[in-house]
């Protein structure tokens, strides 16, 4: 066991004036199985590249271990899996690697392929066998559940449980709870680390979150109460204290004494009340420094004139030779939130296509609705760029809307003056969101919408879709989004 420590770290980007982190301090045992969580844009792949010594920073990280980083980047994808692994770990042994592709059930005549002729799960799969043959280092593994079915989700959850010394950034609910025993937290102010899996700390999170709010409530209160009551006896000290030079009502001579004690007194007590006020002030500034703001969003989904949207009857669809579904029979009706369910290369994406209207060849009968509006939400968000007033634009959306909408989606104003291509993963898939809830649709498609999203904007999501209730076919692999959201699930 070693630990690594970090004090008073202090970055921000060059020509920029926030400091993505301030005076942050932590430490960490490098035995322990880190999940890594926080709000698109906090900065959770700046620490881990920070921790590889990619960026100048102020204050100091210390660790006795080397880190490793997934995902490798591959430079000749062309070339057989078994020369990729040698070149990210030239002195593996084999029967180590044998090992480790055994536990994430990938066969062995993968390695004797080109990487590239690989699917993304078989890849994703590849790479972290790799990275679990480098000895005395501490594993920094970046969303590897991207691109992961929901199967393969549960595999490599699995196989990352039986492992230790590693910080794990994923936003996938289940699979942190799978596989982790700590959280580390990037929040609004600070960064912190608690013991326990991910729905452990959102309990404590959500119990913290409900007492400030309580306690602030409580606090303003009495802010309020003791104001008024300083005032009261600061109004009635300058009242005794005016009567020292008059006279009692029975004529008689007033005792000045007495009345600047009593005067004296009660300045002290106003005194007093006001230290209390200024206290209770200095408390409440130490409140809601880290709760999350997550506004309710809004949808307003087209009526269709009839109930039934699509049809899809013994539906099936080939690739060249290639089957890659078969025999596919269901309807999509208004108020119906159906989940396309299957292994990675099922067809899920094809069968999308084939309903956002692209010529895809198929066999079987397929109706959908005359003057359907459809909203898509792709996979990819590569194409992304430009500023967000010209995409607006050029999309036929609302602009003030649509800004709006990122903004809920914990979107700073600074987010508005950058490139998109400048954007996270999970800010890119924030501007798809956020355009299809901008369009008039009578149907969202949304194919893995929750890619690189944060957990907090993922509840924000499913909220929406709960209390609005429109008609959406999707494809997710988070099983706790797919768990609240689907009304049936269609398994291919």
């Not at 008059?246 to 008689?252: A, I, K, L, Q, V």
């Amino acid at each position: 066991m070693s630990l690594i420590n970090v004090s008073n770290l202090t970055f921000a980007y060059d020509g920029s004036y926030d400091n993505v982190f301030e005076d942050v301090n932590f430490q960490i045992d490098t035995e322990w199985k880190l999940g890594f969580t926080g709000r698109n844009g906090r900065g959770k792949t700046t620490f881990l590249n920070l921790l590889l010594g990619k960026y100048d920073y102020r204050g100091t990280i210390s660790a006795k271990v080397t880190f490793d980083y997934f995902p490798f980047y591959v430079e000749n994808k062309a070339q057989n899996t078994i020369d990729v692994i040698s070149d990210i770990v030239p002195d593996y042994l084999h029967w180590e690697l044998m090992r480790e592709l055994n536990m994430l059930k990938v066969s062995d005549d993968v390695l004797y392929r080109p990487f590239d002729s690989l699917s993304n799960g078989e890849q994703t799969k590849v790479l972290l066998a790799a990275l679990f043959l480098k000895e005395n280092s501490f594993l920094l593994i970046d969303e590897p559940t991207n691109h992961l079915d929901m199967n393969a989700r549960k595999l490599v959850g699995k196989y990352l449980s039986g492992k230790s010394g590693f910080i794990l950034v994923s936003h996938d609910r289940a699979f942190l709870d799978q596989c982790v025993d700590h959280i580390l937290s990037i929040n609004k102010t600070d960064i912190e680390i608690q013991k326990g899996n991910f729905s452990e700390w959102w309990e404590n999170k959500k119990r913290q979150d409900h007492y400030e709010l309580a306690e602030n409530e409580k606090l303003k209160g009495d802010i309020k109460r003791l104001s008024e009551a300083a005032k009261r006896t600061n109004n009635w000290s300058h009242e005794v204290e005016k009567t020292k030079n008059g006279t009692r009502n029975s004529g008689s001579k007033v005792d000045k004494g007495y009345v600047g004690h009593k005067a004296a007194k009660m300045m002290k007590r106003s005194k007093s009340i006001e230290q209390r006020q200024h206290n209770a002030i200095e408390e409440t500034s130490k409140l809601l420094k880290n709760i999350e703001t997550s506004e309710s969003l809004k949808i307003a989904q087209l009526a269709y004139h009839k109930k039934q949207l699509v049809e899809l009857e013994h539906v099936s669809i080939t690739y060249g030779e290639k089957k890659v579904c078969e025999d596919l029979s269901f309807t999509i009706e208004q108020g119906d939130r159906i989940a396309l369910a299957g292994k990675n290369g099922s067809g899920k994406s094809s069968i999308i296509k084939l309903i956002c209207g692209e010529d895809i060849g198929y066999t079987g009968t397929f109706r959908r609705g005359s003057q359907l509006q459809i909203s898509y939400v792709s996979q990819d968000t590569s194409h992304l760029q430009g500023n967000l007033t010209d995409y607006a634009r050029n999309n036929g959306i609302d602009e003030s809307l649509f800004k709006a909408i990122l903004r809920k989606l914990d979107f700073s104003r600074v987010q508005f003056e950058k490139d998109i291509s400048a954007y996270s993963g999970g800010q890119k898939k924030k501007v798809l969101i956020a355009k299809s809830l901008s369009e008039q649709a009578h149907l969202h498609v949304w194919d893995e919408p929750l890619n690189f999203i944060d957990v907090i904007s993922r509840i924000q999501i499913e909220e929406l879709l709960l209390e609005y209730q429109p008609t959406l076919l999707f494809v997710e692999h988070d099983s706790e989004f797919c768990k609240h959201i689907a009304t049936q699930v269609v398994e291919l």
